[in-house]
């Protein structure tokens, strides 16, 4: 394919604006999928994003266009939604020239998409707006259109109207790709430059590494080195994405494609990494900044005999997710386990449920916690909100974005969660790290008649009421026991907060009177089913679910 005929483009978009269903349509009408696959989704690939309905790990796939005499090489790089995944954005697009800018119809500019323009503007990407759903009964698109035109200064002719649901107007959205989108600047004849922007594990042929090539072309045999290790491969199999995998020949420059040349592991294809031919050493490609975990967490088996598995089914998965940070670490009341970094609170709750879902591993995960850096002292000054506002600009009549200055550990965990019900649906947000600030805060534990639960230690700034919010919310999670469970806060060996569950005999047997003996063994299977999910502190069980839930404020 001579490279005037390529296209490298992303799909962005504020979470659920329906970038998915746009990638479907496009793989739909270029037949790179068969239409009865539709609303499958094909983008995305894993299970937890299939249930969840969101993207996690770009995906990418390579359409072929005809349009005026020309068949066009479209290479689509599918980008995540959610605020926790940015960093996977940025890298997408230091592979294209040019972006799909979705906006929602219904909702029109939101935190993410104003966040994602900013990535594409500044990587200098042509930035094409699609407005999308434009068959919702409260669509207003002349409204978005002048939204896009206010706040990115980019006139309104040049929106689509679409519905990626109905597959209305995607002839337009493929048309604007090849007519506004340059091809890449790179040449065939100069020497190989080959960008890794993702890497996937598999079992049976080791490493694949996604890549753009920058200049020059990649074959089977070619001996190549990578910048960052200086190690040398040969080269197995070069291909495109369809969007799995088909081998091809040759890659050209300007392509995006996916390389396998025997690595045994992740690392040796690292992002951001350039690979060039032996003997002929380039220049590496400015990377990418490495994913900045933000959230950390502790990790321990269940039953500390699952450890070794749990080890290996944690290396599986940081093998294909190289943002997470591991570490070893014990505890005298949880065993061996690690400490874990995630980008945020989905990201670390996405990681948890691959973890039960694909390696069959139960976990208890730590109350999630941001770093800090500590100056201790006893001050317990309390305040009210941690909040500074900085700027406030309106959009238009209906809406305005305010920029906040907030302690990461306030957002973590239900900040989202809250800001939506509190604006019934209309409000959203994005985050960026502005570093580190000081702050008088103070560590408080919470205890189970007397035992310390480790996973519930947490920094705070309101002791008193946070004390008093997590006991009670305890009292309502911990099903009541044959004994009376005293709950406590406290702020080293002063306690804070306190609240009782009373005693209770729990018969299961008691429903079914009569004998039937089968029923009876079965109900008893039940229960003890039940206590696996539960973790023993003490001689309290609480289940297992019941330490996320808590940390999630009213
Ligand atoms: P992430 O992958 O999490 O970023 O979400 P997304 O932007 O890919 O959104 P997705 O394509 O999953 O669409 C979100 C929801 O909007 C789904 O329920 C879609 O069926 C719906 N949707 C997408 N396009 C349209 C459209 O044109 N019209 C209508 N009515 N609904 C749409």
Not at 285 to 301: D, I, T
Not at 409 to 438: P, R, W
Not at 484 to 509: D, F, H, P, T, Y
Not at 538 to 545: Q, S
Request: net charge positive.
């Amino acid at each position: 394919f001579p490279v005037e005929n390529v296209r490298n483009f992303s799909i962005i978009a504020h979470v659920d604006h329906g970038k998915s269903t746009l990638a479907d349509r496009l793989l739909e009408i270029t037949g790179a999928i068969a239409k009865t696959k539709r609303n499958k989704q094909v983008l995305d690939k894993l299970q937890v994003e299939r249930e969840r309905g969101i993207t996690v790990k770009a995906q990418t796939a390579t359409l072929f266009y005809s349009h005026a005499g020309r068949t066009y090489l479209l290479n689509l790089i599918d980008t995540p939604g959610h605020v926790d995944f940015s960093y996977e954005v940025s890298r997408s697009l230091s592979a294209c020239q040019g972006v799909l800018l979705i906006v929602d119809a219904n909702e029109g500019i939101q935190a993410q998409t104003v966040a994602n323009f900013f990535l594409a503007f500044e990587s200098q990407l042509m930035i094409i707006p699609v407005i999308n759903k434009i068959d919702l009964k409260n669509a207003d698109p002349a409204r978005v259109e002048k939204q896009i035109e206010m706040v990115f200064d980019i006139p309104k002719e040049e929106c689509i109207r679409i519905s990626a649901k109905l597959g209305t107007n995607i002839d337009e959205v493929l048309r604007a790709v090849v007519e506004r989108i340059p091809p890449p600047n790179a040449g065939a004849a100069d020497p190989l430059r080959a960008l890794v922007f993702d890497s996937t594990f598999d079992h049976y042929r080791g490493v694949i590494a996604s890549i753009t090539l920058f200049g020059g072309k990649l074959q089977r045999g070619d001996k190549i080195m990578s910048s960052y290790t200086q190690k040398l491969y040969e080269v197995n199999e070069v291909g495109i994405l369809r969007p799995d995998e088909y081998p091809v020949e040759k890659l050209y420059a300007g392509q995006v494609g996916y390389l396998i040349a025997g690595m045994k592991e992740v690392k040796e294809a690292q992002i951001g990494d350039t690979f060039y031919l032996q003997n002929h050493p380039v220049e590496p490609l400015a990377g990418f900044k490495p994913a900045k975990p933000m959230v950390f967490a502790g990790m321990y088996p269940v039953d500390q005999s699952e450890y070794s598995n749990l080890r290996k089914a944690v290396e599986k998965l940081t093998l294909n997710d190289s943002s997470v940070t591991v570490h070893r670490d014990s505890s005298p009341a949880l065993g061996a386990g690690w400490r874990l970094g995630f980008l945020g609170l989905l990201h670390m709750e996405v990681f948890n449920q691959r973890l039960e879902q694909e390696y069959n591993a139960s976990v208890i995960m730590t109350a999630p916690t941001v770093p800090y850096k500590a100056l201790l002292s006893s001050s317990k000054l309390i305040k009210s909100r941690r909040g500074v506002q900085k700027s406030l600009v309106y959009i238009d009549d209906h809406r305005v974005m305010m920029q906040y200055l907030f302690p990461l550990n306030e957002i973590v965990v239900d900040f989202y969660d809250g800001l939506k019900s509190l604006s019934s649906g209309y409000a959203s947000f994005d985050y960026e790290d502005a570093g580190h600030q000081a702050a008088d805060l103070v560590k408080m534990d919470i205890y189970l008649n007397g035992h310390s639960v480790e996973e519930l230690t947490t920094i705070v700034e309101k002791a008193y009421s946070a004390g008093k919010a997590i006991a009670e919310r305890l009292k309502d999670s911990i099903p009541r026991q044959l004994f009376e469970i005293a709950i406590q806060a406290a702020i080293g060996s002063k306690i804070i907060a306190r609240e009782n569950i009373k005693a209770m005999r729990k018969n299961v047997l008691a429903k079914c009177y009569g004998g039937d003996i089968t029923r009876k063994m079965k109900l008893l299977k039940r229960q003890a089913e039940g206590k696996k999910r539960m973790r023993k502190i003490g001689n309290v069980e609480v289940p297992k679910d019941a330490f996320i839930k808590i940390l999630k404020r009213e």
